[in-house]
Nanobody
Framework: QVQLVESGGGAVQAGGSLRLSCAASGFIFSAYSMAWYRQVPGKQRELVAHIGSGGTTYYINAVKGRFTISRDNAKNTVDLQMNDLKPEDTAVYYC?????????WGQGTQVTVSS
């Protein structure tokens, strides 16, 4: 049974940092690309960062230079280090992977950045 469990969200002031972590189980973690998405109420969920099975990374322009995605295949975890946070980063952040045509999601973790 696939499980993705996020942790590390919270409330910070602008300019602060948070580190999100996603613990994965129930599938061969090292074989899959992993991603972090975020969603603000009333808006579509958007991709934030992606890391391939080989470690190649991708970031949306809004977070480039501030966020870093990483994975530990020995621990089955994927992290998102978020620095220089801005109020517009406020959202629920979700861990994700796609297997075949099925998207798997964690329960989400709230990140709130105050100005």
């Amino acid at each position: 049974q696939v499980q993705l469990v996020e942790s590390g969200g919270g409330a910070v002031q602008a300019g602060g940092s948070l580190r999100l972590s996603c613990a994965a189980s129930g599938f061969i973690f090292s074989a899959y690309s992993m991603a972090w998405y975020r969603q603000v109420p009333g808006k579509q969920r958007e991709l934030v960062a992606h890391i391939g099975s080989g470690g190649t990374t991708y970031y949306i322009n809004a977070v480039k230079g501030r966020f870093t995605i990483s994975r530990d295949n020995a621990k089955n975890t994927v992290d998102l280090q978020m620095n220089d946070l801005k109020p517009e980063d406020t959202a629920v952040y979700y861990c994700n992977f796609l297997r075949g045509t099925v998207d798997h999601w964690g329960q989400g973790t709230q990140v709130t950045v105050s100005s």
